[in-house]
């Protein structure tokens, strides 16, 4: 886990929480640049995410927002999970995006997360999700850490088995 010492919210010294998710895939990088890059629809991957809207900007470029909303774990009284993110940069040549959360129910301020597909030399791809937040009021680093490296580690399991799937 990486940690860089940042003023954020005007508290001297706050750090900003970094973590990453990187995966070997077997699918060709064209297949999995094309389902992820389509912004909008994470939810066809994503089986963490049950709904995917277009809210505003145009539709899979810089400035976009999408609302995304969880699914309701069965047996539980837990609130479904939701955010409003906003693409901050698409960049098709080196199959690269990132964006940030604009809104939510976390308790998250100050996230951005990149998400990058690198073509390896045996033909298959590399999926890297980095992100950084401010520091949570409502978790801990650790916590915090561990939550969102999970979300993004669902994430790139059903992007990973979506691709294989359309091969």
């Not at 077997?26 to 089986?47: M, P, T």
Request: hydrophobic share 35%; proline share 2%; with cysteine.
């Amino acid at each position: 886990m990486d940690q860089n010492i940042a003023n954020k919210n005007g508290m001297e010294g706050a750090k900003t929480w970094h973590g990453s998710v990187t995966k070997v895939m077997k699918s060709q990088c064209d297949r999995v640049w094309k389902l992820s890059a389509d912004f909008i629809n994470v939810h066809k991957y994503a089986k963490n995410v049950g709904k995917c809207d277009h809210v505003e900007g145009e539709r899979n470029e810089m400035g976009c927002v999408r609302y995304c909303r969880g699914v309701q774990n069965s047996g539980t009284d837990e609130p479904i999970l939701w955010a409003k993110e906003k693409l901050l940069r698409m960049d098709p040549v080196n199959r690269c995006y990132s964006y940030s959360i604009i809104d939510g129910n976390m308790g998250i301020e100050g996230y951005v997360a990149k998400f990058k597909v690198y073509n390896m030399t045996d033909g298959n791809c590399v999926v890297e999700w980095s992100f950084e937040a401010d520091p949570s009021k409502y978790y801990g680093e650790e916590e915090f850490i561990r939550f969102i490296s999970f979300r993004l580690e669902e994430m790139i399991q059903g992007l990973d088995e979506t691709s294989a799937a359309e091969e």
